[in-house]
Nanobody
Framework: QVQLVESGGGLVQVGVSLRLSCVAS????????MGWFRQAPGKEREFVAA???????YYTDSLPGRFTISRDNAKNTVSLQMNSLTPEDTALYYC?????????????????????WGQGTQVTVSS
């Protein structure tokens, strides 16, 4: 089992930056690809970004350049740096772990690919 705990969400103003973190425990963190998803009220959970075991990164096309995913295997942590936030970024943000080794965005953009999920951290962007 892998336990994932997200943090860093909050209520922020339009245009500011926010950094989300997800700490993993239970298994060897470096063995897992990690992803961030988000779910806005009334909408389906959508892919945001992923980082593989080797550090390759993938992003949804709808967020060009504003979000950056990174990982620190020594701290069992994956982070999501979010810049220039807009009200459309308001959502519950989840991190997820995927034990598979795969190349390509198609491997990581679907929620069914992931083995473990955190409980989420709320991000609310106020105008």
């Amino acid at each position: 089992q892998v336990q994932l705990v997200e943090s860093g969400g909050g209520l922020v103003q339009v245009g500011v930056s926010l950094r989300l973190s997800c700490v993993a425990s239970g298994r060897t963190f470096s063995n897992y690809a990690m992803g961030w998803f988000r779910q806005a009220p009334g909408k389906e959970r959508e892919f945001v970004a992923a980082i593989t075991q080797s550090g390759s990164t993938y992003y949804t096309d709808s967020l060009p350049g504003r979000f950056t995913i990174s990982r620190d295997n020594a701290k069992n942590t994956v982070s999501l740096q979010m810049n220039s936030l807009t009200p459309e970024d308001t959502a519950l943000y989840y991190c997820a772990a995927d034990a598979a080794h795969c190349i390509g965005l198609g491997c990581y953009k679907h929620r069914d690919e992931y083995d473990y999920w955190g409980q989420g951290t709320q991000v609310t962007v106020s105008s």
